[in-house]
């Protein structure tokens, strides 16, 4: 079993659609959850952080954590064809290593 | 932005010839990482830094070497370059390992 695991994607939303992105994680030790946003040909741009179950908003944006079932998710509404990259969840449990998700690549569509 | 540079941003270069990344910080950051990624594998460590001369290996260091001699700079060596090393290189910086990493751009490397 992989210690992440990302819905891998691709998806197409119209404009204006609200966008659902998810991983599932089996390591019990991770504390810290991020979402990434990739664009092409760029380095991960963090996009949201959080240590704690429940939800955290920013702008468009809401992470999601749920320790119990090892579950986050990332939601993104209202979404814009500047939304359009590739994301990528990534965990920590506070050493010096980070663990990614293979990325999902979301298209907003204008 | 995270003041991370990476040089080069791009090279292309033959099997067998040694090839150097650089990664500078401006943010005086303790730990700094070298990741490669490719399609369908993400993002993957090949080596970290946890101070000056302080090195250790990640996932997939088997080929690469690094050094840090400054606090700002940290290299990535690949010894003798081989195809399977074609990828994309990124370095990534924090100051605390309870906190995020910040990533430069990237080098794209192609060995032919």
């Known amino acids: 079993q992989k210690e992440v695991e990302q819905d891998p994607g691709p998806l197409s939303v119209p404009e204006g659609a609200i966008v659902s992105l998810n991983c599932t994680y089996s390591?019990?030790?991770?504390?810290?959850f991020m979402w990434y946003r990739q664009y092409s040909r760029k380095g991960p741009e963090l996009l949201m952080y959080?240590?704690?179950?429940g939800n955290k908003e920013d702008g468009r944006f809401t992470a999601q954590v749920d320790k119990s079932s090892k579950y986050i998710s990332l939601f993104i509404r209202d979404s814009q064809p500047s939304d359009s990259a590739t994301y990528l969840c990534?965990?920590?449990?506070?050493?010096?290593?980070?663990?990614f998700g293979a990325g999902t690549t979301v298209t907003v569509r204008a | 932005d995270a003041g991370i540079t990476q040089s080069p941003r791009h090279k292309v270069t033959e099997t067998g010839t040694p090839v150097t990344l650089r990664c500078h910080q401006t943010?005086?950051?303790?730990?700094m990482y070298w990741y490669r990624q490719d399609p369908g594998h993400g993002l993957r460590l090949i080596h970290y830094s946890y101070g000056v001369k302080d090195t250790d290996k990640g996932e997939v260091s088997d080929g690469y070497s690094v050094s840090r001699s400054k606090t700002e700079d940290f290299l990535l060596t690949l010894e003798s370059a081989t195809s399977s090393q074609t990828s994309v290189y990124f370095c990534a910086i924090t100051g605390q390992l309870n906190q995020p990493q910040h990533f430069g751009d990237g080098t794209r490397l192609s060995i032919l």
């Open positions: 990534a965990f920590s449990s506070n050493d010096y290593k980070l663990s």
């Open positions: 390591n019990s030790a991770f504390q810290y």
């Open positions: 943010e005086n950051h303790r730990y």
């Open positions: 959080t240590y704690s179950s």
